[in-house]
């Protein structure tokens, strides 16, 4: 069936880094430009960052600007997240998401279940 | 940065109510604009887009309307199901949230 599912969230220490992936299967991956979304435990949804369908763009929240690169492999239908340098405040459920619509008005039509990611000492 | 303020934070209500929440952009976004519910442990569930269109396979009781820098979205009979957090979200600028609207029991 159509899905996304997310893996290699963790504690880590901050400083140290992380590699989330997001599986997608049921749908034409390699046709879909893709997003990662975040939500700190009990509060609200922040967009991180959206790659297009070849990897030829890409964009990023300001918050891990410089710090998170999003990646991914078509042959594998596979979306990563590197994150380096990571910060108590990027501790949160990192979710894959989809978009639908036509680029730009993008919104997300298919979620993940999502991976958490723990910054703690 | 779009920025997206939703009124109210929280929300209690009966079976039965029809409810509004309100979500205000900063600067226009035209239509460019999505409502999620999400429950609790679950991820976000796509409901409205482009401010008023429904989703497949959302009922018809939840509706979205407004344009510019105000937007709703009204459920007119609440029902057992409905009680969540609703998220708006702009995509007129990249992706921004609201900071979300906890519908609970009255």
């Known amino acids: 069936q159509v899905q996304l599912v997310e893996s290699g969230g963790g504690v880590v220490q901050p400083g140290r880094s992380l590699r989330l992936s997001c599986a997608a299967s049921?749908?034409?991956?390699?046709?879909?430009?893709m997003h990662w979304v975040r939500q700190a435990p009990g509060k609200g949804l922040e967009w991180v960052a959206v790659?297009?369908?070849?990897?030829?763009?890409?964009h990023y929240a300001d918050s891990v600007k410089g710090r998170f690169t999003i990646s991914r492999d078509n042959s594998k239908n596979t979306l990563y997240l590197q994150m380096d340098n990571l910060r108590a405040e990027d501790t949160a459920l990192y979710y894959c998401?989809?978009?639908?619509?036509?680029?730009?008005?993008?919104?997300?039509?298919?979620w993940g279940r999502g991976t958490l990611v723990t910054v703690s000492s | 940065d779009i920025q997206m303020t939703q009124s109210p934070s929280t929300l209690s209500a009966s079976v039965g109510d029809r409810v509004t929440i309100t979500c205000r952009a900063s600067?226009?976004?035209?239509?460019?604009l999505a409502w999620y519910q999400q429950k609790p442990g679950k991820a976000p569930k796509l409901l409205i887009y482009?401010?008023?269109s429904l989703e497949s396979g959302v009922p018809s009781r939840f509706s979205g309307s407004g344009s510019g820098t105000e937007f709703t979205l009204t459920i007119s009979s609440l029902q057992p199901d409905d009680f969540a957090t609703y998220y708006c979200?702009?995509?007129?600028?990249?992706?921004?949230f609201g900071q979300g609207t906890k519908v609970e029991i009255k």
């Open positions: 998401a989809r978009p639908g619509g036509s680029w730009p008005a993008w919104y997300f039509d298919l």
């Open positions: 049921g749908f034409t991956f390699s046709s879909s430009a």
């Open positions: 790659l297009w369908y070849d990897g030829s763009n890409k």
């Open positions: 600067q226009s976004i035209t239509s460019w």
């Open positions: 482009k401010a008023s």
């Open positions: 979200q702009q995509y007129n600028t990249y992706w921004t």
